[in-house]
């Protein structure tokens, strides 16, 4: 909260403004404090959080196209940004931030409308965001604005592994397969979820070499994928997690076909282990998985919309991370 008499104090801000590759660096370091005194606030003063690796900023920017907004202060710096994606008829905001100076005016909640005023705009159906659960202002905020606590999601961590075979992935079959393919994996995510796209993200990671997608085929038809990022997360750092950011399956009991094949994934592409968030509804998945030896690593909150909640679909299984 900012008080009557330091209004007069507080910065304006010009936006919304498309986010460019050009903004990258600034807009890393943005999130970097801005997270880091979230963090702080919690009482968790020891935690610094580390700028992302620049292409995944990419990805996330291309990803989210006219999603992708930032407000600049009178001196031209960015001082808040809110990234909106939509996969199809699916609209998820993340991440954003406004930068500690400029907080308490209302530039938050003018953040939060303008993702939602585009999602809308855009289609969707399914409008939401995730939290840290123990966050309780940053919950109050979203509920606020009428988002109501959906699911607590958990990621779960397992090691890679040998396997007797290699497991297949788009980037090893020749191009007229590879388009094949991603028109199967469409029509699969159609099938589970309809309305729900992920061609745009599977496409994307190809074009910018973040990783790949591994399918699970049964009499010769795609009966499952996996859409997976290998590039490190946290500038600087070494790969050392396959992370899994889209899993849809036709039925339930191929995941214990399609862990194996993440599990040697993981390991050809020279990381430790493979993490994947696992959604509240999911509970037989996520006893499966608990009894193949993951770790629970971490866990959110997801907030939707009041209006726009997500669909639980009939059958088979659709795991979608709200993060990048």
Known sequence: MVARADLRNVRRLDGPMPIRRTDIGPLNAL????????????????????PLNPAIWRYAIEDAQGGAMLWRDERGAIAAFNISHRSGVEGWMGPLAVRDDCQGAGHGKTLVTSGISWLQHAGCRVIGLETMPRTMDNIGFYAGLGFVPARL????????????????????????????LIRECAALVSGVL????????????????????LVLRTGGAVAGFALCHAAPLVDGRARDELRVLKLVLRDEALVDDLIPRLAAFA????????????????????RRLMARGARVRWTDLRMVLAGYEEAVPQSGVALSNWEI
């Open 31 to 50: 999130f970097s404090e801005a997270f880091t005194e979230r963090y702080r606030r919690d009482g968790l003063v020891g935690v610094r959080v580390p």
């Open 153 to 180: 999601t958990v990621t779960l961590t397992l090691d890679a592994e040998h396997a007797a075979g290699a497991p297949e992935l788009l980037s090893s079959c020749s191009s007229s397969v590879r388009a094949d």
């Open 194 to 213: 309809p309305g729900y796209d992920y061609t745009r993200e599977i496409e994307l990671t190809q074009e910018l070499a973040l990783g790949d997608t």
């Open 267 to 286: 390991r050809r592409a020279g990381t430790a282990r493979f993490a994947l968030r696992m959604q509240g509804e999911y509970g037989s998945v996520f």
